[in-house]
């Protein structure tokens, strides 16, 4: 007895002494209430100074009758870290329970674990915590737990977890797995992170109360990588579809790129039968590099494929390479021919950082000419007629002034079917450098230091032909040999070397001497000159000689240009008027260049052709170039002396004005006319029409810059005969006299205007950018963006724009000969948001000259929060169809959809 009693009276004096020691404690039967709890941290094994020791075990004093002595020992605990909690109203410490519990706005957070309730409690004994909400006035729960691991995060009613074995349980939980949500009314985490489910619902719909969602009898999910589930089925607006049900579900749920099968579309086209589309297989090559395998098949023998390589290698280089391939059959009409369509597509970047002096880039796009008529789902692609590739490489050597590069291209029409080649082009060249300056020098330049030299070369390899390069037959292939033997080539550079010395301010004359060389792989000689009586015409008879020959000149010329400006300016006297001063600038330019005969020094490429009849009567005359059929003319002043003169007169108009609503009292620059601008040039060496085109060009921005006004116009002073051709007499004087001074020969005018209203956004806050990721572009395949709206190609509507509106119209005229060419035509397109959830687009043109409506498509989105619906109209055209599309917005879920529409493909 006497033991037990020293043993309870040592018990109580060490609980008082510590209890006593504490501030702002309130002592309560056994607990504790803090009032303020604003940045309290808790060590292992500590509660705000309160040591929590485990007394392990008891050690009897045999040197001391009767007493017992207490040797407390600290138990390992297995946090690794400080606990922080804080509570905004209070917190009670329960000392014999080893519990805080926490009120209003609890937090706690330990390593990079996050929790956030109304209420909390922490078993320090256990290392465990639980977290709910609560009810307030209106019975509606508030301040639900929070949880944060990590990139994890999770909302639910209340939960319990263990911060040593990372175990938890959480009853109706809600939480983002990937692009879908997961609600759960049982959830247990375990240590592993994995995560098991009992009736649980999986949806991409954000709501709470989700608009569908695939009923889970149970499942698991492992973060990062996947969700399995048991038996499912669908419920759309909380009605249960049990028909579309899955005996068990797998959904990825990484962030990492995988491997998988692409599922296909089906339809019905009148042509081609029934079909799959877009079906195959996405496989990752890599951490850098992917390969996207798609395919069509359809019932009556057609089928496609098309293969896209995908490849980034951050700071170095990225880009797609791709190609198509089609084969067009109709196994049930006999008469119906078999072709093939192709496409090879190639981008390729290299990033600046890469290589600073030298790139390398890609732009291929080279297609079989029927390929955008039958195959493309892009409407840009399909009203073009041309289409352009390009390779192309360059390199600059720092600390010098020289440059090399190098291209190959080709251009594409598919109207006339025509293709050229450049195989390869490049050009070395050197920028200007003034030999005679000292590096050390300041000060003004002498006339002989502004002496330049510059350097540049090109070659060039071109090939027209008219036939398909890939998959050809024997006859096109014979026709590719044969322009491939008939390869125009060609080398040429030039070394000038000028100074340029002023006049005053308004008078420059540069003198020059230049050398140019060119090299030619051909050439040509005239056999003879006969007369052909039945075509009553004379017939020049010649061959080709396939021989490299070397041309050069050199060319001395000296320039002088006068460039003066001339105001016009007119100052209001009113003070409180809208105009405060108009101003007019008047840029008058004259330009005379002059290169001396150098016939005595450089070499003669030209030749004389003459035909004289039986009385040597001259009836043919012709000065011919031996190099006029060859890719470069002959070097220039092998053939006399030239020069001309350039007149050019630009006109600018402007004003000052204050609007009525600026506060600032500064006046405003408005541009009245931005340019009118005349040029022409006289070359009094020519035999005939020496006076070139006049040119105009005029423009303007009127309705605050929002409407631009654009006109081009070509005037010749020369009279034409009745077959319209160009005769060497002035217009004014074929005319008789009077204004007649200019005869028109082309005209165009185009304006453009677009306008939108604010965004619906907050100023403030400003417009974010939507990446392509979150508008979902990167699971569009072509077939999908067929029958899409302008401005829902990129798979993202912008409701916060209540409307917009583009209009642009072009007129132009143009006569050579006897044939007028005119074009007449306006093109409209917009948008308006009829509810926050409605959008109506419309586009279209309408070609005046043949009063034919051009490619109209009208279009109607609906907003269906987690869904959209769209439909979308082509009256008219080559395209005319219709489609009625409702799918799932999120890209996992992109083949849950209902479609309907027919093909525009039937009416070929």
Not at 69 to 88: G, T
Not at 273 to 278: I, K, P, W, Y
Not at 434 to 441: A, I, K, L, T, V
Not at 659 to 685: C, H, M, Q, R
Request: aromatic content about 14%.
């Amino acid at each position: 007895m006497p033991s037990r009693i020293v043993l309870f009276l040592t018990m109580t004096i060490c609980f008082i002494t510590t209890v006593s020691a504490q501030k702002n404690l309130f002592l309560k039967s056994d607990t504790i209430t803090v009032s303020d709890t604003a940045g309290i941290t808790h060590s292992p094994g500590i509660v705000n100074g309160i040591d929590t020791l485990i007394h392990d075990s008891i050690s009897i004093d045999t040197t001391v009758p009767d007493t017992v002595v207490i040797i407390p020992k600290r138990r390992k605990s297995a946090l690794e870290d400080k606990v922080q909690y804080s509570a905004k109203d209070s917190m009670r410490i329960s000392i014999t329970g080893k519990k805080l519990y926490l009120f209003g706005e609890a937090h706690v957070t330990y390593t990079d674990i996050e929790l956030n309730a109304e209420y909390i409690e922490l078993d320090l004994g256990k290392e465990e915590v639980f977290a709910r909400g609560v009810y307030d006035t209106i019975g509606k729960v508030t301040g639900k737990p929070v949880f944060k691991k990590g990139d994890e995060s999770f909302e639910s009613d209340s939960l319990k977890y263990n911060f040593s074995t990372e175990k938890g349980v959480i009853f109706h939980i809600i939480t983002q797995q990937g692009e879908g949500y997961l609600h759960s009314d049982k959830t247990k985490r375990h240590e592993n992170g994995h995560i098991h489910i009992k009736d649980g619902k999986y949806t991409t719909c954000d709501a709470e109360h989700p608009h569908f969602y695939l009923s889970l009898n149970k499942g698991i999910v492992i973060p990062e990588d996947k969700i399995v589930t048991g038996y499912a089925y669908m419920v759309l607006e909380d009605v249960p579809i049990n028909i579309l049900f899955v005996p068990f579900g797998f959904f990825p749920n990484t962030t990492k790129r995988s491997s998988g099968i692409l599922f296909p579309s089906y339809g019905e086209e009148n042509r081609r039968g029934f079909f799959l589309r877009d079906g195959g297989w996405y496989q990752v090559l890599g951490d850098h590099a992917d390969l996207t395998i798609r395919g069509d098949v359809y019932t009556r023998g057609s089928w496609a494929i098309r293969n896209t390589l995908s490849y980034k290698f951050r700071y170095k280089y990225s880009g797609n390479f791709g190609f198509d391939y089609a084969m067009n059959k109709d196994k049930d009409d006999p008469t119906y021919v078999p072709t093939k369509d192709y496409k090879l597509m190639w981008s390729h970047r290299q990033d600046p950082k890469a290589n600073p002096t030298q790139n390398f880039s890609a732009n291929v796009n080279y297609r079989s000419v029927e390929y955008d008529r039958l195959h493309s789902y892009n409407t840009e692609s399909y009203l073009s007629n041309n289409t352009s590739s390009s390779i192309s490489f360059s390199k600059r050597w720092p600390g010098t002034p020289f440059n090399l590069s190098l291209s190959a291209n080709a251009t594409q029409n598919s109207q006339s079917r025509q293709t050229n080649f450049n195989l390869p082009t490049g050009s070395f060249n050197m920028s200007s450098i003034y030999p005679f300056r000292n590096e050390s020098g300041s000060g003004k330049y002498k006339w002989y230091e502004n002496i330049s030299l510059t350097y540049s070369s090109k070659f060039d390899n071109q090939i027209e032909d008219s036939t398909e390069w890939f998959f050809s037959d024997i006859d096109s292939l014979r026709h590719q040999a044969w322009a491939f033997e008939n390869m125009e080539n060609g080398f040429q550079h030039s070394i000038p070397l000028a100074v340029n010395f002023k006049l005053g301010k308004l008078v420059t004359i540069t003198p020059s001497l230049s050398y140019t060389g060119k090299l030619y792989s051909a050439y040509t000689v005239m056999d003879s000159v006969i007369y052909d009586t039945a075509e009553n015409d004379v017939v020049e008879y010649s061959h080709e000689v396939q021989e490299f020959k070397y041309a050069q000149a050199v060319n001395p010329s000296i320039s002088v240009s006068f460039t003066p400006k001339m105001y016009g300016m007119y100052q209001s006297t009113r003070q409180d008027g809208y105009v405060e001063a108009v101003r007019h600038v008047i840029s008058p330019s004259v330009s005379i260049s002059f290169t001396p005969d150098m016939r005595k020094i450089n070499r003669n490429y030209y030749d004389t052709l003459r035909y004289l009849d039986e009385n040597d009567s001259l009836v043919y005359h012709r000065v011919f170039n031996i190099f006029e059929d060859q890719l470069y003319r002959d070097p220039p002043s092998s053939n006399g002396k030239s020069g001309s003169l350039r007149l050019a007169l630009n006109n600018n108009l402007e004003m000052k004005v204050h609007p009525k609503n600026d506060t600032t009292g500064e006046a405003k620059k408005v541009s009245i006319l931005d340019n009118l601008n005349f040029s022409t040039s006289y070359n009094p060496f020519k035999e005939e029409f020496k006076w070139s085109d006049v040119t105009m060009v005029a423009g303007t921005k009127i309705l605050n810059n929002k409407l631009n006004l654009r006109i081009n116009g070509k005037f010749t002073m020369y009279a034409s005969d009745s077959l319209g051709r160009d005769i060497d007499e002035f217009y004014y004087k074929n005319m008789g006299g009077g204004l007649h001074f200019l005869r028109l020969r082309s005209i165009s005018f185009t304006t453009g205007y677009s306008i939108r209203s604010k965004s619906g956004k907050d100023e403030e806050e400003g417009e974010e950018e939507t990446s392509e990721d979150e508008v979902g572009e990167r699971y569009l395949t072509e077939s999908d963006l067929e029958f899409m709206p302008g401005y829902l190609t990129s798979g993202y509507v912008d409701f916060s724009i209540p409307w917009s509106f583009n209009f642009d119209y072009h007129w132009s005229y143009s006569k050579r000969n006897l044939r007028t060419v005119r074009t007449h035509t306006v093109d409209i397109s917009g948008d308006f948001s009829l509810t926050q959830k409605w959008k109506i687009g419309m586009s279209g043109g309408y070609d005046i000259e043949n009063d034919v409506v051009v490619f109209p498509r009208f279009s109607i989105h609906r907003d269906l929060h987690c869904w959209e619906m769209t439909f979308t109209s082509i009256p008219l055209g080559p395209r005319k169809s219709y489609t009625f599309t409702i799918r799932a917005k999120a890209s996992l879920l992109r083949d849950l959809k209902y479609e309907k529409k027919p093909n525009w493909y039937d009416q070929f």
